[in-house]
């Protein structure tokens, strides 16, 4: 029970403030990402870290979501449309 109710746990963060986060925090986070389960280990995304204001600003504007040039980082996750044999590690 305990399980179901930490996920019923939801925070929709609507300001970041100006503190960058830790390197060694975002390496967890996309070591935990690459460890997660898949449809038969092929994990058919990428993770991509974006750090750069300028982009960050530029992917904002694009998605109307204007806290995106203020974040520290950004995670995109990247989806293959199909998965090729080249493409399972």
């Known amino acids: ?11 929709a963060t609507k300001k970041f403030n100006t503190e960058k986060v830790n390197p060694d925090t975002i390496d967890q986070i996309i070591n935990a990402t690459n ?4 449809s038969t280990g092929l ?4 993770l991509i870290v974006v750090e750069n204001p ?3 600003k ?3 504007e694009g ?15 990247a989806a293959f ?6 493409q399972i590690e």
């Open 54 to 56: 300028e982009l960050k």
């Open 63 to 77: 998605s109307f979501n204007t806290q995106i040039a203020n974040s520290s980082h950004l995670l995109v996750f």
């Open 81 to 86: 449309e199909k998965v090729a044999l080249e």
């Open 58 to 60: 530029e992917l904002g």
């Open 43 to 46: 994990q058919p995304y990428r």
């Open 1 to 11: 029970m305990e399980l179901i109710e930490s996920l019923k746990w939801r925070y």
């Open 35 to 38: 460890l997660s389960a898949s």
